[in-house]
């Protein structure tokens, strides 16, 4: 079983819509968890970390399921500009310095 | 702040040839990630950096993959020989502890003829 799993996707929706990706970790003892966002051809960026009591940055939500050992991404109000990557983050050892990135859902905002 | 600068953007290279990567992190950050990214493997680390130690170099593929960090503003990967395989392209990224989350360069994009 991979450390981190997401559903490649893609994610095809319309603009507008609200659209949830999860991603499941392996070890319970993961203790940090991360949103990052890539567009095409381009370096992955932060987008938000997630917090045990979930967390809001204008239209995302990120949740955590420290039970069910994963994590969410929600997002609202699907924009065209909200087409990339999303990258499921998951930090061991209670430190920032080394993570494991899962490979990713592909999403899709269609005009 | 210039971010974390990587060079070259782009390198083709044959196979056997050395290829030296290079990367410059953001000033003041004391940890520096190497990591390549596949289509097939995703994001994957490589070696990681901490206040110019390497802490880590499990990922490191094989022999032929080095990496240095003979100063805090200046780290290099090397391949020799290298290898059609190695074809990926190559994120350099930098972080303080205590802060959330990398940042990455734009990458080098290595395509092994």
């Known amino acids: 079983r991979k450390e981190v799993e997401q559903d490649p996707g893609p994610f095809n929706v319309p603009e507008g819509a609200t659209v949830a990706f999860n991603c499941t970790y392996s070890?319970?003892?993961?203790?940090?968890f991360f949103w990052y966002r890539q567009d095409c051809r381009k370096e992955p960026k932060l987008l938000m970390s997630v917090y045990s009591s979930g967390n809001e940055d204008g239209r995302f939500t990120a949740q955590l399921n420290r039970a069910s050992q994963y994590i969410s991404l929600l997002i609202r109000d699907s924009k065209l500009s909200d087409s990339a990557t999303y990258l499921c983050v998951v930090a061991y050892s209670g430190g920032y310095q080394k993570v494991t990135f899962g490979t990713g859902t592909k999403l899709q905002v269609i005009p | 702040d210039a971010g974390v600068i990587q060079s070259p953007r782009h390198e083709v290279t044959e196979m056997g040839q050395e290829v030296t990567l290079r990367c410059k992190p953001i000033s003041g950050h004391d940890y520096l990630f190497w990591y390549r990214q596949t289509m097939m493997r995703g994001l994957e680390l490589l070696i990681y950096f901490n206040n110019n130690v390497p802490i880590d170099d499990s990922g490191m593929p094989e022999d032929r993959f080095s990496a240095k960090m003979p100063n805090a503003s200046f780290s290099t990967l090397k391949i020799q020989p290298s290898e059609p395989r190695d074809s990926a392209v190559y994120f350099c990224?930098?972080?303080?502890?205590?802060?959330?989350?990398?940042?990455f360069g734009s990458g080098t994009r290595l395509t092994v003829v």
């Open positions: 070890n319970s003892a993961s203790q940090s």
């Open positions: 990224a930098s972080s303080h502890l205590g802060s959330y989350g990398y940042t």
